[in-house]
């Protein structure tokens, strides 16, 4: 108890990306940028999805809310990421653990939404009458906030395991931001039963997830297939197009992270996998439904006609 009791107040120090002096300093410019580009673009989704009536319905209400998650998740971790290409980054116990947290917590709650967006497609398709009945705004607001509750359970489970476990003096974490797996390897106590947690917890998540979202594309696609109009079919499977790409780089990154075996997990990989899961992959969400997407486009172009003609008055 007296070691535990001891670490309470120590420190980590997160080694970050690369030891090249000049490496960092590109490295800072170009994080920097995608950081700035990923805030803008989600913030500018956001926006519009808020102030245009015609983007008033289920689908962009879940495309606002994966805009708000990847702003805070980027946000998590990406800060002391610059930190560490300037100077060694240090990290409180305490702030690893309440990062640790945000990490995971807004990472599972954007699993589950994605899944949540494949079956309001389905309904969306399937049931394009009964659809305004069947998702209403207050549906989507407690299907929401259950997303939330889930999230914050699953990701204080971790935490709390977390606080209890003992750490060795060198606290030097191979990695730019405190996770569990790096974490776990600078313990000097018993980390099985955390391991076992890890894989099992965050694999039930990211698998349970992943198998509905391809449920919800199997139903999609029989649906979809028995539309007569070629037309039809093709705008149906255009409005799947922007969350189903988002969905192959989200579930592609999260497994290669947490559902590898054990001989072949090396921390190198993960950072580099983490990079694109924390930094990119939130940057071309904005992108995907934007580019992709026709409403969207001609709602940004009113935001910003409208905008245009404010001035001139």
Known sequence: MEERNETLGTEFFLLGLSDS??????LFVLFLLIY???VVGNAGIMLVVWTEPALHTPMYFFISILSFIDIFYSSTTVPKMFAGFLARAAVSRGGCLAQMFFFHFLGSTEAMLLTLMGFDRYLAIFSPLRYPLL?????CLALTGLLWAVGFSHSLLHVLMMSRVVFCRAR???HFFCDIAPLLKLACSDVRTHELLLFAVTGFLVLG??????????LIVSAVLRIRSPEGRRKAFSTCAAHLTVVVLHYGCAGFMYLRPRSRH???QDRVVAVLYTAVTPLLNPLIYTLRNKEVK???RRAVGRRLGSRGD
Do not use: D, G, K
């Open 21 to 26: 002096a000049q490496l960092q300093n590109w």
């Open 36 to 38: 700035v580009a990923n």
């Open 135 to 139: 998702m209403t705004r207050r549906v």
């Open 172 to 174: 030097r974490v191979q």
């Open 209 to 218: 997830c992943f198998s509905l979202t391809s449920l919800s594309y199997v």
């Open 266 to 268: 090396t921390l190198s």
């Open 298 to 300: 001609a709602a940004i």
